[in-house]
């Protein structure tokens, strides 16, 4: 099994993209066979995933491995250049799993109008883009496979979306794009200033341009990024593309989506350009702590439960940039395992409200209630997935923001102490306010008395076999990550470290 | 110096066989609610000997660990790394035995055991019987979880985990709303507190690199911690203590609490959890006393508290709210004593009140089981139908009120003659204050128990049908507890009770006999106490005026009293609604207006300033209508056909023409 070392990961990422070539000889009709395509390679490449991360080396995570550099475009020096480390394993292998319990999800229910094969085979090329952004070490590489990812997703929306799906894909796509061409000139710039596109030989060569160059570049970066994450204000795409989504589109816009711009930050910007990341990170620090305060506010405001969970990624990705933005160990490693949470509990929560959906035929929370009453089970598994998300200890929500808030105590070197610490303390209401809206969530949807409009019942039975097998695994993650946090941090810190090398630590 | 007294208690520093497992000791409820969780609905209603059994050996070995301790065996410390950054942070998961881990295990095994077997009769045909014995078990766990971590951040994590059971028992009931808002307050209330605990251990570990209890404590003796640093940090861990303790001004979550089941009141707000925060002062005592103006704050948060609350009870009508703000002063006891640097009495009394108090509140559960209210109005002559609940019920108040020679006259006998000698030999301003205040709420406490046993056994039934003693399951509990009341005091008799040896502080001089301390103070706080429950029998029985001097001579403390000092309505009003409603829609509305506003505003302008750019590039497409009227009717209809006629070939001409720029820009430089 030597190959897997070298071409592993390429297998993992390509392996969809196969399953999308196969489903165009699959007949549109045929529902069965398409699901079962989606399924065998969503779950094969789960399995190149698993065995690559057996082989990985756990005593170096620092360093990357399992590279591949061939020549790709040789005439704008872009190589085939991916590999992986510490930082991007955990997300590599989330992406992979979120995937494959998207496809199980399909086969219980596939959303309004149909159209399994192109759902599925959506679906798949997703997969390919999400986990191709996080292996690749070529920024040309990166940007296509990060571009990859917008097109599926549109049409996600807008086909399979809900009443205002065009207007939410259209904003999804353009706001993104408009991100990314930022991001774009950023690249050109690192290659005009450093001559490569070459990830890791741009880290190596230090010194890109002047100071003002170099903070343009990372502007750049940081707009491409941003908007990604999203990070308040440019966030306001995801709450319409959350709301409008189709269930497995929300499911793997909040589990793994939105980590490629937190990883953007931490894979490129950070390691290449240090010292605008100092010059930036008090910027990115405040803006992530009006996230945090104000996705929470929004929370309560919040009619929509699904639109409610919306905000409450902002808030949660709030504590991941305020990890980030305190260019320490402790917060970078607590921002890498807010992201892991999030991608968990968030997709959790997402997979609940369409499967509220499907029951109730409404997201309202006004109009639900009792929900423990007549599905014991789905309520006891959606307060479960509210206090993972409040960061109870324990379970995964808590270690990230735990980690971003110490490390906002005591920030990085050149960075104002007493700004972070205020920054903290901005945080700390933030989880109060988060275990509020939270809270009475539950208490709405899952607590109280049955209204009178589903007194009868009808329609609403308990966790069904096939969703217990798309949410289990993501019900035992969120306990395992929060009794055994090593499990995330033992992978991350290695290549915490060595990225906070660039920063003279 | 818990470091010196591992050290100094054992010559050999031989652990006991027991000791050293006792980890086991809060695994074993953990796996106890794991299997009622998954299988206990198919146990047919057996679910609870699961409970009983894991907490019952609990019970054991923790009464075997501690008879090692006091025979001499050394304290433990155990642990092993939960994870490590590189070198800025280690984590560690351990155990950390000692005597006052001791004392809290053979407090929260007992009392949870109890809970335990009396909730198999008081709970029995709960709708939700399993799911009540998993989160009991839950709790028990996190509970001695919390007690034996070494380290705070471990702590803190058994810490959340109690609350949360907390959230879920109060809430048990959950079909009213009036219940689940209780827990909710419960969970909100004390997390407030928690952020500061946890910032606390923040400053803490960014001061000394670790999160360890016995290392804070020595670098804190040692000097090395100290100045500014040790007081923010002592006073911020203080913040979780007040918080958990339900002490001024988070305490208003307690009273509500008792919407949940009254076991659970027993067990989680009065005997264990609620104590957590008396418990984290006691196992940080040696920061706290290194901390400068630390233990003052302490002491004045824990007077004013004691006071507030005592009065409180006194006007209630819920037999459970009196027990409940009766517990905040308590609390407030044991907190005033290590304000005053009374540690061994301080944690003296968290003892002995542990058992008094659950049985005082069990006893009121058995009067809730029989009357089906918890109003006091809706009780009166039990004594006749209720013999049992009678005696032991009585036993408790009388524990509680501090009459020689039951439990509660010996701990809170100590604290206040700990209050009077820092108070006449330092001339402590903080003790003079803790003295009086200790000295008043004695006489209140006797006074409201007097007023709630009058209004409960005395006097008519006042409820409806006949009022039944309850079965065994929840009487022989209540006995037990009663035996516990009478003699656990006797644990701590002045001079010569083995208490002090085994909690026994370096520093702390044992006293020898004194005649004020042993004769006079004690002779005057029982003559209060007597003194008080004579005017109760006076006000409340002979003259039937029940509270009617207060509401009408003092009308406007009467009401002051009945509005819970207005604190309730000023948070609500002043902070959770305004958050809840008008903040959060203002903030959704700059969403949806100001933040969307400008991105759909850009939107527009991009579209005809495209149509612009477009129209001089290429005419032809302009003339395409479409583009104008969709661009005119706005972003929302019309941007997915725009999308589909030419505005991605718009995108794309910008990409173009904005990376042809930056080339020329980077190129040439």
Avoid at chain 1, 225 to 232: C, D, L
Avoid at chain 2, 573 to 590: D, E, N
């Amino acid at each position: 099994m030597e190959w897997l070392d070298t071409w592993g990961l390429s297998l993992a990422v390509f392996l969809p993209m196969v399953g999308v070539v196969v489903l165009l000889f699959v007949p549109g009709s045929m529902d069965g066979v398409a699901k079962a395509v989606g399924l065998l390679f969503t779950g094969a490449a789960l399995l190149v995933g698993v065995a690559v991360g057996l082989r990985f080396d756990y005593g170096s995570a620092g360093a990357i491995k399992l590279e591949v550099n061939e020549r790709w475009i040789p005439q704008i020096d872009a190589r085939y250049h991916v590999g992986i480390d510490g930082i991007a394993l955990p997300l590599f292998e989330l992406s992979l799993l979120v995937s494959f319990l998207c496809i199980v999800y399909l086969l219980w229910h596939v959303p309004s109008p149909g159209k399994t094969k192109a759902l599925i085979a959506l679906t798949l090329l997703l997969e390919t883009g999400m986990t191709g952004t996080f292996i690749a070490l070529d920024l040309i590489l990166f940007f296509i496979f990060w571009e990859v990812v917008l097109v599926p997703m549109y049409f996600m929306i807008g086909i399979w979306g809900g009443p205002r799906r065009e207007y939410a894909a259209v904003k999804f796509f353009l706001y993104t794009l408009f991100g990314s061409i930022f991001m774009l000139l950023g690249f050109l710039a690192l290659y005009f200033q450093g001559n490569t596109f070459d990830m890791i030989a741009l880290r190596e060569q230090g010194n890109l341009g002047s100071t003002l160059v170099q903070n343009l570049t990372f502007a750049g970066l940081f707009l491409g990024f941003a908007i990604k994450v999203p990070m308040w204000p440019f966030h306001t795409w995801l709450p319409d593309a959350h709301t409008e989504a189709p269930t497995i589109g929300s499911v793997l816009l909040a589990a793994v989506m939105l980590k490629m711009g937190t990883y953007g930050f931490i894979r490129i910007a950070y390691p290449i350009l240090p010292d605008a990341a100092v010059y930036f990170a008090p910027v990115i620090g405040i803006l992530a702590v009006i996230a945090i305060i104000y996705g929470a506010l929004c929370c309560f405001a919040q009619s929509d439960l699904k639109r409610l969970i919306a905000f409450s990624s902002v808030g949660h990705m709030g504590f991941v940039m305020l990890g980030i933005a305190t260019v320490s160990d402790r917060g970078i490693n607590g921002a890498i395992f807010g992201m892991v949470a999030h991608g968990l509990i968030t997709g959790m929560l997402f997979f609940l409200a369409g499967s509220i959906h499907e029951r109730f035929h409404t997201r309202e929370i006004s109009s639900l209630g009792g929900v423990l009453q007549q599905m014991p089970r789905f309520g006891s598994v959606l307060v479960y997935a509210g206090i993972a998300s409040l960061g109870l200890p324990g379970l995964a929500g808590f270690w990230g923001e735990m980690l971003a808030l110490l490390g906002s105590y005591q920030p990085g070197a050149g960075l104002d102490e007493g700004l972070f610490r205020i920054l903290m303390v901005g945080g700390g209401i933030g989880t109060v306010l988060t275990a509020g809206y939270l809270l009475w969530t539950i208490q709405r949807v899952a607590m109280g008395a049955v209204p009178e409009k589903f007194a009868d019942g009808r329609g609403l039975f308990d966790v069904h076999p096939l969703e217990w097998t798309a949410w289990a695994p993501l019900l035992a993650l969120i306990l395992a990550a929060g009794i055994y946090p090593r499990m995330v941090l033992g992978v991350t810190d290695g290549a915490v470290q060595n990225l906070l090398k660039s920063f003279g630590g | 110096m818990i470091f010196a007294l591992a050290e100094e208690a054992t010559p050999g520093t031989v652990a006991g066989f027991a000791t050293e497992y006792m980890w086991a000791v809060p695994l074993l409820p953990f796996l106890a609610a794991v299997i009622i969780g998954f299988f206990g609905r198919k146990m047919g209603g057996k679910e609870h000997y699961v409970g009983i059994f894991a907490v019952g050996a609990g019970l054991v070995m923790s009464l075997i660990a501690f008879a090692q301790l006091a025979g001499g065996n050394a304290a433990v410390e155990a642990s092993y790394t939960w994870f490590r950054l590189d070198d800025s942070l280690e984590l560690e998961f351990g155990m950390n035995y000692d005597f006052l881990t001791g004392v809290m295990f053979v407090v929260v095994t007992t009392i949870s055991l109890l809970v335990h077997i009396y909730s198999t009769g008081y709970m029995h045909g709960d709708k939700r019987y399993t799911w009540f014995y998993a989160a009991l078990s839950l709790f028990t766990g996190s509970m001695l979880f919390l007690v034996i971590a070494n380290n705070l951040m471990q702590m803190f994590v058994g810490w959340e985990l109690v609350g949360v059971c907390s959230y879920f028992l109060i809430g048990h009931y959950w079909e009213e709303s009036p219940n689940s808002s209780a827990a909710i307050k419960a969970f909100i209330t004390t997390r407030i507190g928690d952020v500061g605990f946890l910032f606390g251990i923040f400053v803490l570990f960014v001061a000394t690199g670790t999160f360890d209890i016995i290392e804070i404590n020595h670098l804190a003796e040692e000097g090395e911690l100290g100045g500014s640093i040790a007081t923010i940090g002592a006073l911020l861990l203080f913040c979780g203590a007040v918080g958990k303790s339900a002490q001024v001004p988070l305490h208003v979550w307690l009273p509500d609490a008792m919407a949940g089941p009254t076991p659970v009141s027993a067990l989680i707000h009065a005997a264990t959890m609620v104590v957590a925060g008396v418990y984290l002062v006691a196992r940080m005592f040696i920061l706290f006393e290194h901390a400068g103006a630390a233990l003052n704050v302490v002491a004045i948060v824990a007077s004013i508290t004691m006071l507030i609350a005592a009065a409180l009870a006194l006007v209630q009508d819920d037999i459970k709210r009196v027990l409940a703000y009766s517990t905040v002063s308590q609390l407030a006891y044991m907190m005033a004593a290590l304000g005053v640097g009374a540690y061994t009495a301080g944690v003296f009394h968290l003892f002995t009140h542990a058992f008094f108090k659950a049985l005082l509140f069990l006893g009121a559960g058995s009067l809730i089981h029989a009357v089906h209210s918890n109003n006091m109005s809706d009780m009166g002559g039990l004594r006749k139908y209720m013999p049992h609940t009678f005696k032991t019920f009585i036993i408790g108040s009388l524990a509680l009120a501090g009459i020689f020679p039951l439990a509660g006259f010996f701990s809170k006998d100590e604290i206040v003659g700990e209050a009077f000698r820092a108070a006449s030999e330092e001339t402590q301003i903080t003790a003079i204050i803790v003295f009086a205040s200790a000295i008043i709420t004695a006489f209140l406490t006797a006074l409201y128990m007097t007023r709630a046993c009058i209004k409960t056994f005395f006097g008519e039934y006042r409820g409806h049908g006949t009022p039944h003693e309850s079965p065994p399951s929840m009487v022989v509990p209540l006995w037990i507890l009663a035996g516990a009341s009478l003699s656990v005091g006797l644990l701590g008799l002045p001079v010569v009770g083995p208490f002090a040896d085994w909690i026994n502080v370096p520093g702390e001089t044992r006293h020898g006999f004194d005649t004020l301390y042993n004769i006079v103070l004690p002779l005057a706080s029982v003559g209060i106490a007597v003194a008080a429950i004579w005017l109760g029998w006076v006000l409340f029985y002979k003259e039937r005026r029940q509270v009617d001097i207060l509401s009408t001579r003092f009308a406007w403390v009467y009401r002051l009293l009945e509005n819970k000092y207005y604190l309730d309505d000023i948070y609500m009003g002043g902070i959770v609604r305004p958050v809840q409603y008008p903040l959060a829609a203002f903030a959704y509305w700059t969403n949806q207006h100001i933040l969307d506003g400008i991105v759909n505003g850009t939107a527009h302008a991009t579209v005809g300033a495209g149509q612009g750019v477009y129209g001089v590039i290429d005419q032809q497409v302009v003339d395409a209508g479409v583009n104008g009227a969709a661009g005119l009717t706005g972003f929302s209809g019309g941007l997915l056909r725009y999308i589909q006629t030419g505005n991605v070939q718009r995108y794309a001409a910008f990409l173009f023409i904005a990376i042809a720029a930056f080339v020329a820009l980077f190129g040439l430089t």
